[in-house]
């Protein structure tokens, strides 16, 4: 999912601490694409309802976002809109791949291979309908805010990072640079200790800041260049060039200046270049939103996650309590500021 650019930037290791105070656009489908994929039982299976509607999403959105509002974060889900017509071959691709992963992980339970077990029923894991539909109806149950996208997420969180309206853009991928985000946020939502796949080891996961401009001035290229680079390793709009990572494209787009100098000298063509090129300069983006945080709805959290979805009565409660309480820091905290 999104571009893989990582390896040429630089990134600052950050505490919740260092976010208190501020506004985070985080990519809805994104994030709840990892819930879903970390969120499981030791077999891989995901978290069901008595009905077998999957919860792991929202088990991650009521214990995590209420980690996030007593670190005194403000969060704001962007969820995507339509995608451009040239993203079509690569939702074809994760179909298929998610289907083949599904098979494998079949294969894997029959013959007992644990670590296989639960690689693919992660790599089976999807976002549907349903799955957004119910997450918004939490999210908007627990006061948070949710945007509605015209097209990508990504893009729309960049936009509301560039008005002022959120400090920070929080996704795993960096398309959110690409589409102008200065500031950008990874594993915000997915802290902890996690193993690394066909490991026994357990790695620390922190939240990571990435700044746009800093990045660019480092590598001493400009934005349109970026976006060069990130084209010949492979976006979610072309394959990207062959044997080719991200040092190898800096290097390639140091040498020629542009993407359209790499292909002509490498004899290859990219597909609409000229048109991706400009989606990410200029996405599509809307000013149709607010940004209202309002105080939990206990009695509808509670029948809506315990009553339809079968959680615990206690543990929801106790979530919501914190969830309460950090509210209400929150807005003396707002209200101090004026004296």
Not at 71 to 99: H, L, N, Y
Not at 227 to 239: E, F, M, Q, R, S
Not at 310 to 331: H, I, W
Request: glycine share 8%; charged share 30%; aromatic share 8%.
């Amino acid at each position: 999912m999104g571009v893989d650019i990582g390896d040429i930037l630089e990134k600052r290791q950050v505490g919740f601490g260092d976010l208190a105070h501020r506004t985070v656009a985080i990519d809805g489908y994104n994030t709840l694409y990892q819930f879903l994929s970390i969120i499981r039982q030791r077999d891989g299976t995901p978290l069901k309802d008595s009905r077998g509607n999957i919860t792991s999403h929202l088990s991650g959105i009521l214990y995590r976002m209420t980690n996030l509002f007593e670190a005194g974060i403000k969060p704001v889900f962007v969820f995507d809109g339509k995608p451009p017509d040239f993203k079509a071959d690569t939702i074809s691709q994760r179909k298929k791949s998610r289907e083949e992963a599904l098979t494998k992980w079949d294969e894997a339970k029959e013959k007992g291979l644990s670590e296989d077990v639960y690689k693919y029923a992660q790599a089976s894991s999807k976002v549907d309908a349903l799955i957004v539909e119910d997450s918004m109806q939490l999210l908007d149950y627990m006061g948070i805010p949710c945007v509605q996208a015209p097209s990508e997420g990504e893009a729309q969180a960049a936009y509301m990072v560039n008005k002022g309206d959120a400090d920070y853009s929080a996704s795993q991928d960096y398309d959110s640079l690409l589409f102008g985000a200065p500031r950008v946020i990874r594993n915000l939502t997915i802290t902890g200790k996690r193993k690394l796949p066909g490991k026994n080891v357990y790695i620390d996961v922190e939240p990571e800041s990435i700044d746009l401009m800093q990045n660019i001035k480092l590598l001493d290229i400009d934005r349109r260049q970026l976006i060069g680079i990130a084209l010949c390793v492979g976006t979610d709009y072309n394959k990207g060039l062959e044997k080719v990572g991200p040092k190898t494209a800096l290097k390639l787009i140091k040498q020629y200046g542009s993407i359209h100098k790499i292909l002509e000298h490498r004899g290859e063509v990219i597909d609409e270049l000229d048109a991706k090129i400009d989606f990410f300069l200029n996405p599509p983006v809307t000013d149709a939103y607010e940004l209202k945080w309002k105080s939990p709805q206990k009695e509808k959290i509670v029948d809506f996650l315990c009553k339809q979805h079968d959680f615990s009565e206690e543990r929801v409660l106790k979530a919501v309590d914190r969830l309460e309480k950090a509210g209400k820091q929150q807005s003396q905290q707002t209200l101090d500021q004026w004296f």
